[in-house]
C-alpha cells in the first residue's frame, strides 16, 4: 500500500442508536484491506470508545481514520466542553458519564484507558469550552 | 456447537434468529458494562448479558461474538430489535440468571 486513505464520519451527539457506526464501518473496511485481526479489533475498540465518549460528553464531533503503510490513524475532534483534568480522565474506572448513561452499559470509566491500552500511541489536546482532539495510532 | 444447535435445545425464546445459523460457538462470555466488554469480548463466544439495547448490537459486531443472550428476563428494546432483524444478528433470551444460563451454554458445548 502505497498511497494513504482516509475515511470521515460524523458523529452526531445524543445519539446513541448510531454510535458504532463508525467504528463498525472501519472494521468492515479495514477487513477487505486484510489487515491482521488483532490491528482491526485495537481499531475498532479505539474508535467505539471514541465515538461513545463524543455522544456522551461532547455533542458529538468527527472521526478521520487515515490508513497508510504500516500505521492506521484516528483523529477524534469535538467542539465539546473539553477535559478539566486529562489524569483523572485516563484513570480507569473514573467517569463524569450521567445515571442514564450508565444504565445503558457505559460509563464504567473504561474509555480513555482503553483507548491508550490498544493503541501504539495517544495525544490528547483539550481546551475548556473548545473542544477536545485525541489523535491515535496503531501501527502494523 | 452451533447457533442452531442451541437454538435447538430449546432453552431459550428466540428473539431473532440471524442470517447465519451454522456458525460456531466456541465459548461463552458474561458481562454487561459495554466497555469492558469490548476489550474483553471473546471472539465466537455466546455472550450472556441483561443489556439489550442497539448498543449491546455493536459491540457483538465489533469484538466478533457469535450471539447475544438476553438474561433475567431482560429484553431487546425496538430500535434494538430492529437492528438485529435488519443486520441478521442472532438473539435469544430467558427468565434464567446469568450464570446458570451461562453454565448450560458451556456445558452444551463441551458435550
Known amino acids: ?140 | 456447537m452451533t447457533i442452531q444447535n442451541l437454538i435447538d435445545t430449546g432453552r431459550f425464546e428466540v428473539v431473532n434468529a440471524g442470517d447465519d445459523l451454522t456458525r460456531e460457538i466456541k465459548d461463552v462470555f458474561c458481562c454487561d458494562l459495554l466497555s469492558i466488554c469490548m476489550s474483553k469480548g471473546i471472539e465466537d463466544a455466546a455472550w450472556v448479558t441483561v443489556m439489550g439495547n442497539v448498543n449491546t448490537l455493536a459491540v457483538m459486531t465489533l469484538t466478533d461474538m457469535a450471539c447475544i443472550v438476553l438474561a433475567e428476563g431482560a429484553r431487546m428494546d425496538e430500535v434494538g430489535l430492529q437492528k438485529a432483524q435488519s443486520e441478521g444478528f442472532t438473539v435469544l433470551r430467558t427468565e434464567d440468571p446469568i450464570y446458570p444460563s451461562a453454565r448450560f451454554i458451556d456445558d452444551m458445548i463441551h458435550a
Open chain 1, 1 to 140: 500500500m502505497s498511497d494513504s486513505l482516509e475515511f470521515k464520519y460524523q458523529i452526531d451527539g445524543e445519539d446513541f442508536a448510531r454510535v458504532g457506526h463508525a467504528s463498525t464501518d472501519v472494521k468492515k473496511k479495514l477487513k477487505m484491506m486484510g489487515l491482521p485481526p488483532d490491528v482491526i479489533r485495537r481499531v475498532s475498540i479505539a474508535i467505539y470508545e471514541g465515538e461513545i465518549n463524543m455522544v456522551i460528553h461532547a455533542y458529538g464531533g468527527e472521526i478521520t481514520v487515515t490508513i497508510s503503510e504500516g500505521d492506521v490513524k484516528m483523529v477524534l475532534a469535538d467542539k465539546g466542553p473539553g477535559i478539566p483534568d486529562i489524569e483523572k480522565a485516563m484513570t480507569a474506572g473514573y467517569s463524569t458519564a450521567s445515571e442514564s448513561v450508565r444504565n445503558l452499559g457505559f460509563g464504567a470509566g473504561m474509555g480513555l484507558p482503553n483507548m491508550k491500552k490498544y493503541t501504539d500511541s495517544i495525544e490528547i489536546e483539550t481546551e475548556l469550552g473548545v473542544g477536545t482532539t485525541v489523535t491515535m495510532h496503531v501501527k502494523f
